[in-house]
């Protein structure tokens, strides 16, 4: 039994990683408390803040900048595939409880990545100042994709009565609860900064926005996101979506 939740529990981590493969996101600087924003006004956290990241297919993160990007998320859709097949064999060797169980944790992720995917693609002209075409089609197509994903689900693995909708989100509090993995932000990036060209591409990057900024015409109302307003906001930049294996 031992040996059966072990591996149950390596391939829940292969599932849950695919969901952030070929993901793009930013953190927008209206998550920064009030007595942070002296701190992280400095250059070099400039790039944690209104830019765009992206994970590639390996796990792998960096500066998605005007990169094009749309190609890569349709990597997504055949990630999320490769997750269905796996359910299909998973339910085979599971009890009916034991495969209710292991379905509701993963809709549980699946539903967290729905309600970020869909909150950022609505938002990225508020936040991101210099975004592209490509930018905006990325997200959109990543929000798509997800929601689709819970569609297969529901159509191919779960009974009619129990098909669930989708439901807002407690973001900093889930991502400090329920993904664990996703903690070295801050880390990472700090080991980027010490590259020799890092703190130069910093102050590039603030000196943008700042410039980006002043030439807007249209002030945008930036809001900030629905149902974030614990105080544990700080946990939530330290553990966001990095080093996906």
Not at 56 to 79: H, R, T
Not at 198 to 222: C, F, G, M, V, Y
Request: with cysteine; glycine share 2%.
């Amino acid at each position: 039994m031992e040996l059966k939740s072990k591996g149950l529990v390596k391939t829940f981590e292969e599932l849950r990683n695919n969901l952030f493969k070929s993901f793009v996101f930013y953190i927008p600087k209206t998550l920064i408390p009030e007595e942070k924003k002296e701190e992280w006004s400095v250059p070099k956290y400039a790039i944690f803040f209104d830019t765009i990241f992206y994970i590639d297919s390996k796990g792998f993160d960096k500066l998605l900048g005007k990169e094009l990007c749309y190609g890569n998320i349709l990597n997504k859709k055949a990630l999320l595939k490769t997750n269905i097949f796996q359910f299909i064999d998973i339910k085979q060797s599971l009890n009916e409880q034991e495969f209710s169980f292991f379905m509701e944790i993963y809709l549980e992720q699946l539903n967290f990545c729905i309600y970020i995917g869909q909150w950022m693609s609505q938002h990225i002209t508020e936040h991101i100042q210099e975004y592209t075409e490509d930018n905006q089609r990325s997200f959109e197509l990543q929000a798509n994709l997800f929601q689709l994903h819970l569609q297969d689900i529901q159509t191919r693995l779960i009974e009619p009565r129990k098909k669930q909708e989708v439901k807002p989100v407690d973001v900093l509090n889930y991502i400090e609860n329920k993904l664990p993995a996703l903690h070295d932000l801050i880390p990472n990036q700090v080991s980027i900064q010490k590259s020799e060209n890092a703190e130069q591409q910093s102050e590039q990057i603030l000196q943008q926005q700042k410039q980006s900024k002043r030439q807007t015409r249209k002030i945008r109302k930036k809001r900030p996101l629905p149902i974030i307003n614990d105080t544990e906001i700080e946990n939530y930049l330290l553990r966001t979506v990095f080093n996906i294996s």
